[in-house]
């Protein structure tokens, strides 16, 4: 067997695996679908929020003051910082929403 | 109309008391009848008597409740003008919102401009090193969001360099595709996923010493970045979670001195992929336990400039093995943590220009350590100043076997002991002592003082 298609083998397999990984979490995350439609009308997602912002943020830096930002960059910072972090969608959702609520 | 009834029962008692004759005359003149007539005269009089002091009791608490009930009307009156007051500021407080939010807020595109700067003096023992002023770095940061479907985030550094040169470099450019609630797909070039210094703790805002430790840094084993796609997210386990992150990249490449250079680039050398990743779990939310790992092909380094046809001795490629763990504590105003990475590079054949016609090189093995410790002063002593203090301590180690040269330049212990000031969460002022000592014998320790300003924004 030539390097080449070893090199195509290791490629498609960690593609097959991704993909089949990729389904189980889209199928994984109906249910929290779900849950986020109805969490609009959650008053207690601001409490959940500055919780995982104290648990999350201040794991690596100090806490930034909610004032710091406008609510359209909280957007956007959080966003990066779920990527960064491995936040999951709801733990972001709701430190947006308590930082907005504190700004 | 109490004393009205009593006189009229005052002139009935001298009524019959007026008749005693009668009585007198004989016991048969007072007929039963009358007697009880009587009786029952006596039984009713009391019986007025007791209703009309029922009656005044009630009077008096029909006085008591219409005057309980004007002063409960005139509290609830203050209580609905204060609630219209209330209301009147939340409709004026939610205009000024939306008038001071830029109208990216609503828009399906939003931006944000980050990143980290900062300056400050270096100080040596070393007779070859001077006391100098250092530019530092100006890392801006830019995050382009589309709704929460995608985001393109890029850093770049600027640092102007002891020639008075200034570099740019791209520390990451990638593309980030929210695939679902616990999966982010990342393309592009993005800052090494293995340990979290690299990728979480470099930026001098959020590092608490000046450098980084001995190994984590530029020419280090810490892998700096790599060009390629990432598969991170989250997922929920128990009442905790687990942080994961896959990648696959064009890898890393061997140097001119048979090292590992592990900067991303953009042409993979070799059409070979590094694979890697890091799992984090979290026993609770102080907690973070990680291991990671990397695995990779390097090529033999060939002398451009040489135009030798070569006839190789030994392999002309080899295996990079990574592996590592780290942990963090990380409580209120302390932050504890430890990181442990190791490598092997497997011997290879190479032409330098050392040995224009080629040699063998050794299995090259490193590793690298550091444990650190801060304390924010916030909870001691009364004053605002000393609050804002916060000490820290760190000790680390760099190893290489394999590679003299490499050895004698990076090998060593690091000591740093440090206090830093916080004006803001996000600017630092940090005074430090660093000790770096040689694990090659003959190679000279070297102690430095440095000072740092840093702003994250």
């Known amino acids: ?103 | 109309m109490k004393n009205l009834l009593l006189g009229s029962s005052m002139m009935f008692i001298a009524t019959l008391g007026a008749t005693p004759s009668m009585a007198q005359i004989g016991e048969g003149l007072v007929s039963e009848g009358q007697i009880s007539e009587n009786l029952a005269s006596q039984q009713l009089l009391a019986r007025i008597i007791s209703l009309e002091e029922e009656l005044a009791s009630l009077r008096t608490a029909v006085q008591q409740s219409t005057q309980n009930a004007a002063i409960a009307r005139e509290k609830a009156d203050i209580a609905v003008a204060t609630v219209t007051k209330v209301e009147t500021k939340i409709v004026k407080v939610e205009k000024k919102a939306k008038s001071a939010t830029y109208s990216g807020s609503e828009s399906d595109a939003k931006w944000h401009l980050a990143g980290y700067a900062d300056v400050g003096f270096v100080g040596s023992n070393n007779a070859s090193g001077n006391d100098s002023f250092v530019t530092g770095k100006f890392n801006p940061g830019f995050h382009f969001q589309y709704k929460d479907l995608l985001m393109f985030e890029s850093e770049l550094e600027f640092v102007t360099n002891s020639d008075g040169e200034t570099t740019t470099e791209l520390e990451y450019s990638q593309i980030n595709l929210f695939l679902n609630d616990y999966a982010t797909l990342v393309v592009g070039k993005f800052l090494s996923p293995i340990g979290q210094f690299q990728e979480r703790l470099h930026p001098s805002w959020i590092n608490k010493i000046q450098g980084a430790p001995a190994g984590f840094g530029h020419d280090g084993l810490q892998p700096t970045s790599d060009t390629g796609i990432q598969l991170r997210g989250s997922l929920p386990v128990g009442e905790t979670r687990l942080a994961y992150t896959l990648m696959m990249g064009n890898g890393p490449r061997l140097t001119s001195e048979s090292a590992v250079d592990t900067e991303g680039t953009g042409r993979d050398d070799n059409s070979n992929k590094s694979f890697g990743g890091r799992l984090g779990y979290f026993p609770t939310p102080n907690i973070e336990i990680g291991g990671s790992f990397l695995t990779a092909k390097v090529n033999s380094y060939m002398d451009p400039a040489a135009g030798l046809p070569f006839v190789p001795t030994g392999p002309t490629d080899s295996r990079y093995k990574l592996w590592g763990v780290d942990g963090a504590y990380t409580k209120g105003a302390i932050a504890a943590r430890f990181e442990y990475l190791n490598s092997t590079r497997a011997s290879l054949f190479t032409v330098t220009d050392d040995e224009p016609l080629g040699e063998i090189v050794p299995t090259l093995d490193m590793e690298a350590w550091y444990g650190q410790i801060s304390y924010r002063l916030s909870n001691v002593g009364g004053s605002d100043f000393i609050k804002r203090l916060e000490p820290v301590i760190r000790y680390g180690q760099f190893r290489i076997n394999g590679q003299d040269e490499l050895a004698e330049e990076n090998a060593q212990n690091r000591f740093n002991i440090g206090l830093n000031y916080w004006l803001s969460p996000t600017i630092v002022t940090k005074a430090g002592l660093e000790w770096r000592n040689s694990i090659v014998a003959g190679v000279d320790s070297e102690t430095r003082y440095q000072f740092q300003v840093s702003y994250g924004f």
């Open chain 1, 1 to 103: 067997m030539t390097k080449r298609k070893i090199q195509m083998l290791w490629l498609g397999g960690f593609a097959t695996i991704t993909t089949l990984f990729l389904t189980s979490m889209v199928s994984v995350s109906a249910a929290p679908a779900k849950k986020a439609a109805a969490k609009k009308t959650d008053t207690m997602q601001i409490v959940r929020g500055a919780k995982a912002w104290k648990n999350n943020c201040s794991r690596c830096h100090n806490l930034r003051s909610p004032k710091e930002l406008t609510d359209a960059e909280w957007d956007t910072s959080v966003a990066h910082m779920r990527v960064r972090a491995n936040l999951a969608k709801a733990d972001a959702e709701d430190i947006v929403a308590f930082l907005k609520a504190s700004n």
